[in-house]
């Protein structure tokens, strides 16, 4: 991001230079504050193409924002010359791009692994983990739902998909006197959660395009995210450790 901000000054300063220029010959029409409405739709110009090179270069990287922050550049860009009629506010006009961006990473096989690894104090004193290959005994998944109910047995949990619901009712499962895990992280899907009311939980939901609700709060929108942590969690023994990360999707987390 250094380097984007270092085109982008680059820019300004050339553009400013021009503008002075053009303006100091006195040609008619011409207002300085015209070229101001220029600069900044460039810089997400400069800053999409910078992430987009990078992430096409090193074959990775963050080509989803890159790409959003050209295509936004430029339709602003567009706007000033009068091609279209399109203005900072009509971002949200752009949502579609999240479903053509989950189809791309569909064709290019992506999925995001999300296994613990690590087991310090500290890690274990803050239980939001880095993350990276599985192990043997992990639960991990391409596409496909899940979905458990009645008597069965809970085991700590790490699952990844690209596509899939998951349905957990803890109502009638065994739930060992101990810290559990569940950590899903999905491209696009939806995640329901029933819980015991006699079991205390601690959980972490975000989604970069959806809708969370987590007992009585509610959180919706873009880039939406919910902590929520039971009364009685930190004295209990018996307790859930719950992070849901989504792309796209809803994500529910209930005691029943």
Not at 46 to 72: E, H, P, Q, Y
Not at 184 to 192: C, E, H, K
Request: charged share 20%; net charge neutral; proline share 2%.
């Amino acid at each position: 991001m250094r380097r984007v901000f270092s085109y982008f000054i680059a820019i300004c300063f050339i553009w400013i230079g021009i503008m002075l220029i053009v303006n100091s010959l006195n040609i008619d029409g011409f207002e300085l504050n015209f070229g101001w409405t220029y600069i900044y739709p460039l810089f997400f110009v400069v800053a999409g193409a910078v992430l987009l090179g990078s992430a096409v270069i090193r074959k990775g990287g963050r080509w989803m924002i890159g790409t959003f922050l050209l295509i936004f550049g430029g339709l602003l860009l567009a706007d000033r010359f009068g091609l279209v009629d399109f203005t900072f506010w009509n971002v949200f006009k752009l949502w579609p791009l999240i479903l053509i961006f989950i189809g791309i990473s569909l064709f290019r096989g992506l999925h995001f692994l999300t296994v613990y690894s690590g087991s310090s104090k500290k890690q274990k004193k803050d239980r939001w983990y880095a993350f990276s290959e599985p192990k043997k005994n992990d639960a991990t998944f391409t596409i496909g739902d899940m979905e458990k109910k009645g008597n069965w047995n809970l085991e700590p949990m790490n699952i990844s998909t690209m596509v899939g619901n998951f349905y957990l009712d803890l109502t009638d499962a065994y739930i060992p006197d101990e810290e559990t895990e569940i950590n899903i992280r999905s491209l696009a899907g939806d995640v329901t959660i029933l819980i015991p009311g006699e079991v205390e939980f601690q959980a972490k939901a975000a989604a970069k395009a959806g809708d969370i609700n987590i007992l009585d709060e509610e959180s919706t929108g873009i880039n939406t995210s919910l902590f929520y942590k039971t009364d009685q969690f930190e004295t209990a023994t018996k307790k859930l450790f719950i992070d849901i990360r989504l792309k796209a999707g809803s994500i529910r987390v209930d005691r029943v």
